[in-house]
């Protein structure tokens, strides 16, 4: 079964910096797209990177310069280097991505999701 897996998130104060991680485990053949989204309390969940497979990447608008998505194939992980953080920015993180998988001789592609990391910027 395919899952991923967030950690790194935290409480950190304004102008700080986090690393958030998203490893994905089980039967991959390939992840293709990956990105963070994220969800601040009362609004919609929004995207924050995304970088496919071969490394290009684009960001809101609102992260642009402060925030730098990445990823290792080889390790199956992907990353969120944040800095200059602001309260704005607090809302729970997620990792989401599209992962090609076998069973039982069987391929699979879908989008699977993380459970989500709190990110809080103190002012």
């Known amino acids: 079964q395919v899952q991923l897996a967030e950690s790194g998130g935290g409480l950190v104060q304004a102008g700080g910096s986090l690393r958030l991680s998203c490893a994905a485990s089980g039967s991959i053949l390939r992840i293709s797209d990956m990105g963070w989204y994220r969800r601040a309390p009362g609004k919609q969940r929004e995207l924050v990177a995304g970088i496919r497979s071969g490394g290009s990447t684009n960001y809101a608008d609102s992260v642009k310069g402060r925030f730098t998505i990445s990823r290792d194939n080889p390790k199956k992980t992907m990353y969120l280097q944040m800095n200059s953080l602001k309260p704005e920015d607090t809302a729970v993180y997620y990792c989401?991505?599209?992962?090609?998988?076998?069973?039982?001789?069987?391929?699979?592609?879908?989008?699977?999701w993380g459970q989500g990391t709190q990110v809080t910027v103190s002012s």
């Open positions: 989401n991505a599209l992962i090609t998988s076998s069973s039982g001789g069987v391929y699979y592609s879908d989008y699977y």
